[in-house]
């Protein structure tokens, strides 16, 4: 499994690279480390809703279903430039992981919940 994961390791950089520069839909990495997507007339996730003009749903900004699949993506990358002895890579990606951490607990969590991230 993991000589199967080591050469996609270029395919995953390229991915995590363009998401932190930004792509299309204004989805970049903010300030915080968490995933800005979308604008307000954009559909980007599995939860969004339109009809014709109207967004039923808007989910622009930073949803949290899709600040999930960023911090596991920066894990899983993290992770794999341990195991592969890659210290730089290590560091660069538990950076805006470890910083969308600390925001995602008081921006998405009840106060009276606790959550281990």
Not at 40 to 58: H, K, N
């Amino acid at each position: 499994m993991i000589l199967f994961c080591v050469s996609f390791i270029p395919v995953f950089i390229q991915i995590l690279d363009c998401h932190i520069k930004g792509t299309r839909y204004n989805i970049k990495v903010a300030g915080n480390g968490l995933l800005n997507a979308g604008d307000s007339g954009t559909q980007l996730t599995w939860m969004d809703a339109r009809i014709g003009d109207w967004v039923v749903t808007p989910r622009c900004g930073q949803p949290v279903e899709v600040q999930a699949l960023w911090y596991n993506a920066l894990c899983v990358m993290e992770d794999l430039a341990a195991r592969c002895g890659d210290q730089e890579g290590q560091k660069k990606y538990s950076g805006p992981g470890r910083a969308g951490q600390h925001e995602i607990q008081p921006d998405f969590l009840e106060p009276q919940r606790s959550v281990s991230l």
